[in-house]
């Protein structure tokens, strides 16, 4: 704790800590703090070892500090209010090692017509999807989100639920779960759920972002006063974001096997293999 004089002034300063953020707000008065190295809290007028992390909450008169770097999406979603939005994956589960995944053993897709255009834009199949089966090990059914390494998303009839309760234009067709030794259905239903909102949710402009790489995502005008509940990115429509209203409803029903990142920690680089969270500053 320190007091620090700027421009005649005397406020209390407070360190804070958050994990996976390096940046962000705090109080009524949303005050910017922000994971400082030492040489940005010794300009501020800190004091602290080569091999300590300094997180300052910073007076606002100093935002304009060409030392104090911090993201542009946590900021752009500050101003508006509040942040509410998470990049929605499959969360990849493991058992003994072993990734629990759901592996095609019919596929059906090919009978619809534009099968793949229809999901990548969220526009409703020209014919239902049917007779679709995949095999998996038995302890998948503790899971209501099945990761199949697939765009395909297999939902559990509570998640599916959950999500259709909000309002969330979607269509789902039943598949076969079979035990991936004896073949025998699971006593589990499962559904490929088809999500039909798409969203113009990133702004292009502002976020770092190409065909390959995508970094420091800032969310349109659009989209922040709109607020849908889940919809798939029509820049990137590998993306599907989720408001944190229905998160907060998913986590509190204990829905297993999804994984949420703000989208201000989400990050996407070409060659990696998966989307992930930003590395944290120190």
């Known amino acids: 704790m320190m007091v620090r ?8 300063m407070n360190n804070l ?4 953020a390096s940046t962000f ?19 501020l007028g800190g004091e602290t070892g080569d091999n300590m992390q300094a997180r300052h909450i910073i007076l606002e008169e100093l935002r304009g500090h060409d030392m104090v770097i911090y ?18 994956k499959d969360k990849i589960s493991e058992s003994s090692g072993k990734i629990i995944h759901a592996k095609v053993l ?23 999807l049917l007779d679709m089966s995949f095999t998996a090990p038995a302890n998948i059914i503790s899971l209501d989100n ?16 959950l999500i259709e309760e909000k309002g969330v234009p979607c269509a789902k067709y039943e598949v ?34 190409n065909d390959f790489n995508l970094r420091n995502v800032i969310l349109t005008e659009e989209c922040l006063q709109q607020q849908p509940i889940l919809f798939r990115d029509t820049a990137r429509r590998d993306l599907v ?41 120190t």
């Open 17 to 20: 800590t958050v994990d996976t």
């Open 176 to 209: 076969a779960i079979l035990e991936q030794k004896t073949k025998l259905p699971l006593d589990r239903q499962y559904f490929i759920f088809h999500l039909l909102c798409s969203f113009e949710g990133i702004n292009t402009e502002l976020s770092d972002m």
């Open 146 to 161: 099945l990761f199949t390494g697939t765009l395909i998303s297999i939902y559990s009839e509570q998640l599916f639920q």
């Open 71 to 88: 993201s542009k999406g946590a900021d752009e979603a500050r101003q508006k209010g509040q942040i509410m939005y998470y990049v929605f």
């Open 241 to 281: 974001f989720m408001h944190t209203d229905l998160k907060e409803t998913l986590e509190n029903h204990k829905v297993t096997g999804c994984e949420f990142i703000h989208y201000t920690e989400f990050q996407h680089i070409f060659g990696s293999m998966e989307p992930s969270r930003k590395p944290s500053k």
């Open 5 to 12: 004089e700027e421009a005649g002034k005397v406020a209390l």
């Open 25 to 43: 707000f705090v109080g009524d008065e949303q005050w910017l703090a922000h994971n400082c190295s030492t040489k940005l809290n010794r300009s």
């Open 106 to 128: 019919n596929d059906t897709r090919s009978s619809v017509p534009n099968y793949a255009k229809a999901m990548a834009y969220a526009v409703p199949f020209e014919k239902p």
